[in-house]
T-cell receptor
Framework: GAGVSQSPSNKVTEKGKDVELRCDPI?????LYWYRQSLGQGLEFLIYFQGNSAPDKSGLPSDRFSAERTGGSVSTLTIQRTQQEDSAVYLC???????????????FGPGTRLTVL | AQSVTQLDSHVSVSEGTPVLLRCNYS??????LFWYVQHPNKGLQLLLK??????LVKGINGFEAEFKKSETSFHLTKPSAHMSDAAEYFC????????????FGQGTELSVKP
């Protein structure tokens, strides 16, 4: 079946511009996660959704970052007034359920590579 | 707090020889532990997962890992390396009671020489 998809695959933007990154989870997966992979910081958790709610936003690096999820499916990560340090690969993952069950395996999308000039 | 430490940033082996990628974890609770692999310019793929059912976990492509509570370790092994195993490997812990968010180790780059 279809896996997690993300768009765009690559995004180049100028410093100060806003960007939107999209994630389509596996159908039926109620949990959705955003991570960031950068050279200096490795792989970091950003935010997760259970349904349309975001119980944990603790990983968002600043108030320029926000995310939403609608219809329990697609999620959008928005970065306002981008900075060069935002350059990274943004990864989305989804799972059937959150931790503590056999259904909590997270399946990752291919990522969006963001370059801020 | 939960964390994982990958003891080697880079491992190089010859094709056909065993692979050992080392990972230690820290957790106050019985952890859920994972190994993911990332091939160049590809997404993260789950290799295997430990959830307390059995201490020796078998994964895809001939990989396995053993959970050792006394040593707080979860090392990844493979009896015979293949050229296609060259990739970056991440040891990962799922944070208890926080929705399953994952904490990643720094990664180990595996090189396989012909």
């Amino acid at each position: 079946g279809a896996g997690v998809s993300q768009s765009p695959s690559n995004k180049v933007t100028e410093k100060g511009k806003d960007v939107e990154l999209r994630c389509d989870p596996i159908s039926g997966h109620t949990a959705l996660y955003w991570y960031r992979q950068s050279l200096g910081q490795g792989l970091e958790f950003l935010i997760y959704f259970q349904g349309n709610s975001a119980p944990d936003k603790s990983g968002l690096p600043s108030d320029r970052f926000s995310a939403e999820r609608t219809g329990g499916s697609v999620s959008t990560l928005t970065i306002q007034r981008t900075q060069q340090e935002d350059s990274a690969v943004y990864l989305c993952a989804s799972s059937l359920a959150t931790s503590g069950t056999s259904l909590d395996t997270q399946y990752f999308g291919p990522g969006t590579r963001l370059t801020v000039l | 707090a939960q964390s994982v430490t990958q003891l080697d940033s880079h491992v190089s082996v010859s094709e056909g020889t065993p692979v050992l990628l080392r990972c230690n974890y820290s957790s106050s609770y019985s952890p859920s532990l994972f190994w993911y692999v990332q091939h160049p310019n590809k997404g993260l793929q789950l290799l295997l997962k430990y959830t307390s059912a059995a201490t020796l976990v078998k994964g895809i492509n001939g990989f396995e890992a053993e959970f050792k509570k006394s040593e707080t370790s979860f090392h990844l092994t493979k009896p015979s390396a293949h050229m296609s195993d060259a990739a970056e490997y991440f040891c990962v812990v799922s944070v208890y009671n926080q929705g399953g968010k994952l904490i990643f180790g720094q990664g180990t780059e595996l090189s396989v020489k012909p």
